[in-house]
């Protein structure tokens, strides 16, 4: 799922300072699930903003980032003078595709794609490369999960399983070792993996997928 | 081919040292490092940005340090560079006759001194080294288009044989031979039994056989030295009995000299340590010193003599 994470309320506070009508838009999906931006944080927030003198009404929809969604808010936003969106950036880039005459400010900062460790804890496990190989490392993506995307095996600076970079995290290329090991697939790491093609992650282009099969 | 080429090919003992570029545009800075290490060194290694610390660029360094008389190592990391910016300053360096390159994959950004800045990591060392390879003895770019003239290169890889998981360090090594490492440097060593295993694991693989090795030496300058590195460099193993020698030394730079001094002697008796490697940063003036005190002066082709 995607995880975000709420902005601190001083800087929503800031955003929000030209407005006083505000709408708190929760979003249905993955920032509910992760506890940042679904209905009982929207109203959470409505709360926070009537304190500090706003007039907020908190309300949320299953998908921010789908329009047929949002469509039933057309009666309801032009009351408002702006909406703190709290769904991620595509969610908030979908409001303002669909109500384009009403500022949309973002509530969250979207953190990444990942999975709940333990309860109030995330990980980050997919950057959206575009070219999975992930079954060539045992299930375990080093290039979400390796500070230096390395292919080819740990750095000089894996320590106790732990990387170099962050001491709290895992080092990736120990626990790819592990798996491997127990999976009785080592040789497997010892094969050169040519230099990756970036062709399909972010570095490409702005990412489309048209599909002729389901179009309408 | 290169001083250190040929050096390594014709079986001398090698001694190879590091300078590390100024934060500014202090050229006689560099000048001066390599004034105080000429004669006792076969080449020396710039570092390119080390700990993601911005400085004078390795490139350029390296050109300094052979107009001061001695041959540079280019280091390259992909931290910064991806391949196309790799791949052009290669052939810069090579058309300019800098012929020795040690690849690397490069410290973490958020390490150094610039810890927002935005990495490449488009490739790791193991494919610079492939890219490499493939330019100089098959005369292609990394997309297989043709390079032109001849390009003459000495190809290096770091590796640390004191990192996780320890068991898998030599078939990493292993791959940046197969990729085209022809010599390694590695991680300072102060731990000789791991080192010594790790040679074992090297020839029972015979990749001594394939590879020039150079073994990594730090002189230790002071207890806090020793405790920085143990403590804050990444990848460092520093046994207890170094650290004690360092704390009951009466003077603590004589005591790092004599520890740089018995362990180049022990690795001198291991089969497949073919050189060392002296990291005195910020202390480039004891190398002479180490190298007179190791029966490694003078060098070859250097003022008579072979040092061997």
Redesign the interface.
């Known amino acids: 799922m995607i995880v975000g994470e709420r902005k601190p309320l001083r800087e929503i506070l800031e955003s929000l300072s030209p407005y006083r009508e505000v709408l708190v838009l929760g979003c249905g999906a993955c920032v509910t699930v992760c506890l940042a931006g679904g209905e009982k944080e929207a109203r959470e927030v409505a709360a926070l903003l009537r304190l500090k003198g706003f007039a907020a009404e908190a309300a949320s929809v299953e998908r921010q980032c789908e329009r047929e969604f949002l469509v039933p808010l057309r009666e309801k936003i032009p009351a408002f003078q702006a909406v703190l969106s709290l769904a991620c950036g595509v969610g908030v880039q979908t409001l303002s595709e669909v109500f384009p005459g009403i500022p949309v400010l973002p509530g969250l900062n979207t953190s990444f794609m990942g999975a709940p460790l333990a309860q109030g804890v995330w990980e980050e496990r997919c950057i959206g490369c575009g070219e999975c190989i992930v079954h060539r490392f045992g299930g375990i993506c080093p290039v979400a999960r390796c500070?230096?995307?390395?292919?080819?095996?740990?750095?000089?600076?894996?320590?106790?399983?732990r990387c170099?970079?962050r001491p709290d995290r895992d080092?990736a290329?120990?626990l790819i070792?592990?798996r491997m090991k127990a999976l009785g697939r080592l040789e497997e790491?010892?094969v050169?993996?040519?230099?990756?093609n970036?062709g399909p992650s972010r570095f490409g282009a702005q990412r489309k997928i048209v599909r002729e099969d389901v179009r309408r | 081919m290169s001083v250190l080429q040929e050096l390594l090919e014709q079986g001398v003992f090698v001694v190879t040292a590091e300078v590390g570029p100024p934060k500014g545009v202090d050229r006689e800075s560099i000048v001066k490092k390599c004034a105080q290490i000429r004669g006792f060194v076969d080449a020396v290694n710039i570092t390119d940005n080390q700990t993601a610390i911005v400085r004078l660029s390795s490139f350029a360094s390296c050109l300094i340090v052979r107009e001061a008389g001695l041959e540079p190592v280019m280091q390259l990391t992909?931290?910064d560079r991806n391949?196309i910016a790799l791949q052009s300053d290669f052939l810069g360096a090579c058309a300019l006759g800098i012929e020795n390159f040690l690849c690397l994959?490069?410290d973490?950004q958020?390490?150094g001194n610039h810890p927002e800045a935005r990495?490449v990591?488009?490739?790791?060392?193991?494919?610079l080294l492939?890219?490499f390879r493939k330019i100089r003895d098959e005369g292609v770019f990394?997309n297989g288009e043709k390079v032109k003239g001849e390009v003459r290169a000495f190809l290096g890889a770091?590796?640390?044989p004191f990192?996780?998981?320890l068991?898998?360090r030599v078939?990493?090594l292993?791959?940046k031979v197969?990729?085209g490492a022809q010599f390694i440097q590695t991680?300072a060593v102060f731990d000789l039994e791991l080192f010594s295993r790790w040679m074992e694991e090297i020839r029972r693989l015979k990749l001594h056989e394939k590879v020039h090795i150079l073994a990594g030496i730090i002189p230790l300058k002071s207890l806090q030295a020793l405790r920085y590195m143990k403590n804050e460099v990444?990848?460092m193993v520093i046994p207890a009995w170094v650290e004690e020698r360092m704390q009951n030394a009466r003077d603590p730079k004589e005591e790092g000299v004599r520890i740089a001094v018995e362990t180049i002697a022990a690795l001198r008796a291991i089969e497949g340590v073919r050189g060392v490697h002296i990291m005195a940063v910020a202390w480039e003036s004891i190398v002479p010193e180490i190298v007179r005190a190791s029966g490694l002066f003078p060098r070859p082709g250097q003022g008579g003599g072979e040092g061997v």
């Open positions: 500070a230096k995307n390395l292919l080819n095996g740990p750095c000089g600076g894996s320590k106790n399983g170099e970079v080092c290329w120990q070792y592990d790491l010892f050169i993996q040519p230099p990756k970036w | 992909c931290r391949r994959t490069g973490h958020s390490l990495s990591f488009d490739i790791d060392s193991v494919q492939g890219i990394a770091g590796e640390n990192a996780d998981p068991e898998f078939f990493r292993a791959k197969e990729a991680q990444p990848g």
